[in-house]
């Protein structure tokens, strides 16, 4: 099992629907999980961090289910400018801890 | 937060070269790392570069081909060696800060191999 996974779409979405995303983990022990958008020719960014109580940023959702061993992103009433993609991040707690990203989702939304 | 400044953003060198790429963050960051993102495709994991040691390789990497240098908490550098077009990709250093609250990336270095 890949230690992240994601679909990689392309999710093609018309403006103003609701998308969502999921990404699973393969670590048990993986401590900090964030969704980044990477815009093209550009270096990744942070969206929004991931926390097991959930949180909302605008338009933006985000989910953890430790127990199932995924993360979801929620993106509400989609604009042109979320097209992107959508890169699942998870950091370990471990003495060699590393960045591991899965491999992105990409979202387009269509006008 | 960290600020990473690299160098150089893009460059096109013929086959057979090396390729030193610089990375400078404007604070001191235990964890530092090396990536590759090839045409179309997502990060991938070059190395961890660690401060006054040798660098720990992911699989399908080495030293002799990607050798690091991490010489203070600040700095690191990535040589991509005997270049062929098959290195052309993009490479970028990102940092984690201490409380793993967010990863942090340089502006990635764009390299064509000719």
């Known amino acids: 099992r890949k230690e992240v996974e994601q679909d990689p779409g392309p999710f093609n979405v018309p403006e103003g629907a609701t998308v969502a995303f999921n990404c699973t983990y393969s670590?048990?022990?993986?401590?900090?999980f964030f969704w980044y958008r990477q815009d093209c020719r550009k270096e990744p960014k942070l969206l929004m961090s991931?926390?097991?109580s959930g949180n909302e940023d605008g338009r933006f959702t985000a989910q953890l289910n430790r127990a199932s061993q995924y993360i979801s992103l929620l993106i509400r009433d989609s604009k042109l400018s979320d097209s992107a993609t959508y890169l699942c991040?998870?950091?370990?707690?471990?003495?060699?801890?590393?960045?591991?990203f899965g491999k992105g989702t990409r979202l387009h939304i269509l006008p | 937060s960290a600020v990473i400044s690299q160098k150089p953003s893009r460059d096109i060198c013929q086959r057979g070269t090396s390729l030193t790429i610089q990375c400078q963050v404007d604070?001191?960051?235990?964890?530092m790392f090396w990536y590759r993102q090839q045409p179309g495709q997502s990060l991938t994991l070059i190395a961890t570069a660690n401060q006054g040691s040798e660098a720990t390789y992911e699989s399908g990497f080495v030293i002799d081909k990607f050798p690091i240098s991490r010489p203070n908490l600040t700095f690191s550098t990535l040589t991509v060696s005997n270049m062929s077009p098959e290195d052309s990709s993009i490479y970028l250093c990102?940092?984690?800060?201490?409380?793993?609250?967010?990863?942090?990336f340089g502006q990635g270095t764009r390299l064509t191999v000719v």
């Open positions: 990102s940092v984690i800060d201490t409380d793993l609250t967010e990863a942090f």
């Open positions: 991931v926390y097991s």
């Open positions: 670590n048990s022990a993986s401590q900090s």
């Open positions: 604070s001191q960051v235990t964890m």
């Open positions: 991040v998870v950091i370990g707690l471990q003495r060699d801890d590393k960045i591991i």
